[in-house]
DNA sequence: ATAATGACCGGCG
DNA sequence: CCGCCGGCCATTA
């Protein structure tokens, strides 16, 4: 992975404000990525001192193996979560919340 | 060079 | 709700 690109999706999810959440659509888009799954890779490798919590996928599910945890941080946040899924309707950024 | 594997996505049946 | 497919792209074998 190119150093600027990897550093440019970490800034992305470190623009996530408390209590809102993206998608890894979204921020893949804001880093100006061509593909959501780059963004997963640098979370998986990379996302330990970001806000992971806060990038959902598209429909608002998580992946199982960090569901857990990303729901008991959200909900702490305030987010609703309802099935196991986010409310993406009231917490989802706007598309372009980067610049 | 090919193929499989993902913290993905959208469409279709 | 479910699974399948094709597209996506870096990494690994």
């Known amino acids: 992975m190119d150093?600027?690109?990897h550093e440019r999706i970490r800034a992305a999810v470190?623009?996530?404000p408390e209590g809102r959440v993206s998608t890894y659509g979204d921020v893949a888009a804001a880093a100006?990525?061509?593909s959501a799954r780059v963004v997963g890779w640098v979370l998986r490798d990379d996302g330990a001192d970001l806000p992971w919590h806060r990038v959902l996928r598209a429909d608002g599910s998580s992946?199982?193996?960090i569901a857990d945890?990303?729901?008991a941080r959200l909900r702490e946040e305030g987010v609703e979560i309802r099935d196991g899924r986010v409310v993406l309707a009231?917490?989802?950024?706007a598309s372009?919340?980067?610049s």
């Open 3 to 5: 150093e600027a690109r």
């Open 14 to 16: 470190r623009a996530i």
């Open 32 to 34: 100006g990525e061509r």
């Open 63 to 65: 992946a199982p193996h």
């Open 69 to 71: 945890e990303q729901h």
């Open 90 to 93: 009231n917490h989802r950024l």
């Open 96 to 98: 372009g919340w980067i």
